[in-house]
């Protein structure tokens, strides 16, 4: 099957050829940081993690959000999304690939990566995240690929593929629950330390990724005639929206509870992120652009006068997934080192090399998408 | 095979391993962490013993850095002081910072240009070593918070972790910010994570910490906090005393007199 993706237009070879490019340059910038070390990038000893624990952050949630598709699909037989379930799960596989990438690339000494299987260690949050990510994307790789083998053939899939699609479903949540749950256990960093950041990731989740794969939709109607139709976009859009609303009411919930109790550790890094902290506000233009934007898109999907316009409903997906990497990434991640423990606000800024390393590794993911859509595409056309 | 035959081959074996760690030990590329194991009680028994450090921030002398001159000097810790890439195991710190969650209204003009010596807690219940994915980073036997350089995969986990800012990571080779190399201690490569190690290199051999030595105003107690007729013990039975942030649950081994 995979042969089909060796063939393909004029256009598709140029996007191929350009995101080999970029993937060439993510791997030089690499080894430079190989060479040098991690202080190539903008990170340090008070932001210790930055734009690649982001993008692993936000792209778990991308790869959780496949779920969106199969429950309604597989649980509940909704017909509609016949041609979006093979979407969203590679869609998963290529999510899950670019977080482990990104885990990697943040490594101090990613030779030794092998390491968290050789001395496995279960009181650590990552020992599990390893498992349930690696599970993941070979649960979503083996179920797809043979589905559409089977479709390839005009056969009905073997009965095995049932037992692992439903199993893939709570490990969608286990995903990114797992990985809330990497920061939401750890003391003295309080914009982590809450109960509801496992919630607030699925929410949040599942409002971008459901959002991601309209548009993807769009592209594969636009790009190759694959359209996987009104009634599952209008149903992913309804779905979206609401899981929009729900991650904007666990936000309010941590506002609520921050500036309501009073308690200064509680309120500081939400108060240094959306009003600035002794006198540092560089965080506040984006956070309240994120807020504002994301909100705005909210909208759009919920009112049926407006998501039924597609250039509306293509900017307000858009926008929900912007607003939610800005939200995840840059919110959360990197400011929830600020304050740091010793009550100080420092800067950072990512270097060109970490910015390559970047997008070489988006590139790695999109190529990768690529060559599986392009499969289904050439199997479901026939 | 005899009983004194048995008890050769150990001890030629044991002989052999010190060799070989010798050998290692002079060439700098390669040396390894050299633990005396003869020093050992036999069988370490876990809980019997938990060093701790007390210091009387009133015998620390204003403006003085002995102790992190000394601990820096003696674990090879590269001077990158100022830049984002710096490390450091034991240092300075305004008092309102390292203990951010105290009251603080109205305070005392002396507590205001206070300064106190900040380093790893070496909790009891280290949310680092609990956090660290290969065991890199764990509690010993006697209470040390340790680190095993040639494990760590450099997942900074431990940093984000711990809530006391203790750890560095080494975001570039540490050789070039290092002055007057020491033998004591082998130096880090880029990569890896590391913090105050309680100088376990100088207790094997029956040495106080090279900041309990250095420090000039004899401001740091160190002892074992399981024996109740310890200095450290009775000094914190006598004194009002404080730890970091001890709302956190992390039982922090180090303790102030402020």
């Known amino acids: 099957m995979l042969e089909k993706a060796l063939k393909g237009n004029r256009a598709y070879w140029i996007w191929m050829v350009l995101l080999v490019m970029v993937i060439v340059s993510g791997l030089s910038a690499w080894g430079r940081q190989l060479e040098f070390g991690l202080g190539v990038t903008g990170m340090g000893r008070d932001i210790s993690w930055g734009l690649y624990i982001a993008q692993f952050t936000f792209l778990v949630g991308v790869a959780a959000s496949a779920v969106m598709v199969v429950l309604p699909y597989y649980l509940h037989n909704q017909k509609a999304f016949g041609k979006t379930v093979i979407v969203g799960e590679f869609l998963a596989v290529s999510a899950a690939l670019m977080c482990m990438l990104f885990i990697l690339a943040d490594m101090g000494k990613p030779q030794r990566v092998l390491n968290v299987l050789l001395h496995p260690s279960p009181h650590s949050m990552v020992f599990w995240d390893v498992i349930v990510l690696n599970g993941y994307l070979l649960l979503n790789l083996v179920t797809g690929w043979a589905v559409l083998g089977a479709e390839r053939k005009g056969v009905l899939p073997p009965a095995w593929t049932k037992a692992l699609i439903y199993l893939s479903i709570p490990w969608a949540f286990s995903i990114h629950t797992v990985t809330a749950f990497l920061y939401a256990g750890m003391p003295g960093r309080h914009l982590w330390l809450t109960a509801v950041l496992a919630p607030r990731f699925l929410a949040s989740a599942f409002a971008a990724g459901t959002a991601l794969l309209i548009l993807i939709s769009f592209i594969l109607k636009k790009s190759a005639g694959y359209d996987i139709g009104f009634e599952a976009r209008k149903k992913l859009t309804v779905l979206a929206a609401y899981a929009g609303v729900a991650n904007f009411f666990l936000l309010g919930a941590e506002f609520f509870t921050a500036f309501y109790s009073n308690v200064p550790a509680h309120e500081h890094s939400l108060q240094h992120l959306y009003f600035g902290l002794h006198g540092h506000a560089a965080f506040v233009p984006w956070m309240w652009t994120s807020l504002v934007v994301g909100i705005g898109s909210v909208i759009v999907l919920l009112v049926p006068l407006f998501r039924s316009r597609p250039r509306l409903l293509v900017a307000a997906c858009i926008g929900l997934i912007a607003s939610i990497w800005v939200d995840k990434g840059i919110g959360l991640v990197i400011g929830g080192f600020l304050p740091t423990p010793f009550e100080e606000i420092v800067g950072y800024v990512p270097t060109i090399t970490e910015l390559q390393v970047t997008f070489g590794i988006w590139a790695i993911g999109l190529l990768v998408l690529t060559a599986l859509l392009k499969v289904v595409v050439d199997v479901k056309n026939g | ?258």
């Open chain 2, 1 to 258: 095979m005899n009983q004194q035959r048995r008890e050769f081959l150990r001890k030629a074996g044991f002989a052999a391993l010190a060799g070989l760690g010798a050998a290692a030990g002079l060439n700098p590329l390669h040396a390894l962490e050299k633990t005396d194991t003869s020093v050992f009680p036999r069988k370490p028994v876990e809980g019997k013993v938990r060093w701790g450090m007390l210091i009387d921030t009133r015998n620390c002398p204003e403006g003085c850095t002995k102790c992190s001159a000394a601990c820096h000097f003696e674990h090879n810790v590269p001077d990158f002081s100022g830049t984002k890439n710096e490390v450091k195991w034991i240092w300075k710190s305004p008092y309102e910072k390292a203990f951010p969650t105290s009251g603080m209204q109205f305070k005392s003009d002396e507590l205001e240009k206070l300064e106190v010596p900040t380093l790893c807690n070496h909790c009891a219940e280290p949310p680092c070593a609990k956090a660290c994915p290969t065991e890199a980073t764990f509690k010993r036997w006697d209470g040390i918070v340790s680190m095993d350089y040639h494990r760590c995969i450099g997942c900074r986990f431990c940093m984000a972790a711990c809530p006391y800012g203790s750890r560095s990571f080494n975001w570039q080779d540490p050789r070039p910010g290092i002055e007057i190399f020491s033998a004591s201690y082998p130096t880090r490569e880029r990569g890896v994570v590391e913090k105050c190690n309680f100088c376990s290199e100088r207790l094997v051999k029956g040495m106080l910490p090279a900041c309990v030595e250095a420090c000039p105003g004899k401001a740091i107690t160190f002892g074992n906090l399981n024996d109740p007729a310890s200095d450290i013990r009775a000094l914190l039975a006598r004194e009002e005393t404080m730890q970091r942030k001890p709302e956190l649950g992390t039982l922090p081994s180090v303790f102030y007199i402020i």
